[in-house]
């Protein structure tokens, strides 16, 4: 590499306006020092994003560095955690500078946010692109939202709009194009997702499971039917889909992006009955909408089900790697 590590690391990393009083020690020695809450538990999530697999090695660097954070970000809201601290783990083939100055731009326009400190990583040469990032988060001792929490009864909810990153993917893959008026607001959506960790913090308490959709709805809502062992009839119906969705597709078109397309990072969780009326009280504060797509039943199995009742058909579930 022309430019030492160690340049690049107070050049870019160790910059971040943002200090956590819970820091005692950031970048800059062999090892980040924390103090965690003493009356809370640590919550840890990691994701790695691999060039021509994640990305398009062309993407907009600083939407890349928003990316890389926000989706552990949402990690930790589908846990209802407080995020706190990250650490980044890069692997590049050269040291682009105006490349990286873009990217830690992005990442740290989302840290600071969320009052979310970088305390650490790693910086090595690749033959291509990675970015792992690990992000760390708190929640009081038991308070977690977990995935096998949902009951028959319980119904279930996703936060904002379903699809549209599935369609930006279909956009880029050259299968379906977009009306022009649509265009910024879909490469937002898959670029810049909004991590929900204010809805996750409210679904504390209220919430009895929940679960980011990375791959997908069908997918994702998956693991927490099998985690608590329970089944979902979905009224493809009500599915919340975006004008610009709307406006691409036809409808069953419409409706399968919105249940299998991937990286919608928004949160898919499942409430009894009887607390419905303290997330209505929660949700009306939110910036997204809170839309009800279902309900849990002791049947297993998820059984997508079109407004005169009769069965809307899929032919996979989401985005798996290795599937
Ligand atoms: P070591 O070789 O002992 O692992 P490094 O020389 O890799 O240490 O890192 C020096 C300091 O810079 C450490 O505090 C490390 O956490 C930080 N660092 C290195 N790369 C990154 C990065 N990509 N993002 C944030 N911090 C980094
Ligand atoms: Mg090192």
Request: charged share 20%; hydrophobic share 45%; glycine share 10%.
């Amino acid at each position: 590499m022309p430019v030492s590590e160690f340049s690049l690391i107070d050049r870019y990393f160790a910059v971040q306006g943002l200090h956590r009083a819970d820091v005692a020690l950031g970048i800059g020695d062999d090892c980040a020092v924390l103090r965690p809450p003493a009356d809370q538990q640590l919550v840890v999530t990691l994701d790695t994003l691999v060039a021509d697999v994640h990305f398009f090695a062309a993407t907009d660097p600083e939407n890349l560095g928003h990316k890389a954070l926000a989706v552990n970000l949402s990690d930790l809201a589908a846990m209802g955690a407080t995020p706190a601290w990250a650490t980044l783990g890069l692997t590049l083939p050269k040291v682009d500078e105006p490349w990286l100055a873009c990217f830690m731009k992005g990442l740290f326009g989302l840290a600071d946010r969320h009052g979310v400190q970088l305390v650490g990583g790693d910086t090595t040469y690749g033959p291509n692109t990675a970015i792992t990032m690990q992000a760390h988060g708190f929640v009081p001792a038991g308070a977690a939202l977990r995935r096998d929490g949902a009951r028959p009864g319980d119904l279930v909810y996703v936060t904002g709009a379903l699809g549209d990153a599935g369609l930006a993917l279909a956009v880029a893959g050259g299968q379906t194009t977009v009306p022009t008026e649509h265009h910024r607001y879909v490469q937002a959506r898959l670029e810049r997702p909004e991590p929900r960790i204010a809805q996750g913090l409210a679904l504390r308490g209220i919430a009895s499971a929940a679960i980011d959709i990375s791959d997908g709805l069908a997918q994702d809502l998956g693991h927490i039917l099998e985690r608590s062992g329970v089944g979902v009839r979905l009224d493809v119906a009500y599915l919340p889909l975006s004008p610009a969705l709307i406006a691409s597709l036809n409808q069953d078109a419409a409706l399968t992006t919105a249940l299998t397309g991937g990286d919608d990072y928004e949160l898919c969780f499942t409430v009894p009955p009887e607390r419905i009326a303290q997330l209505e009280t929660v949700a009306a504060a939110w910036d997204c909408r809170c839309t009800r797509i279902g309900a849990i039943t002791a049947e297993p199995g998820l059984r997508p089900i079109r407004a005169d009742g009769s069965a809307f058909f899929l032919e996979r579930l989401g985005y798996d790697h290795f599937g």
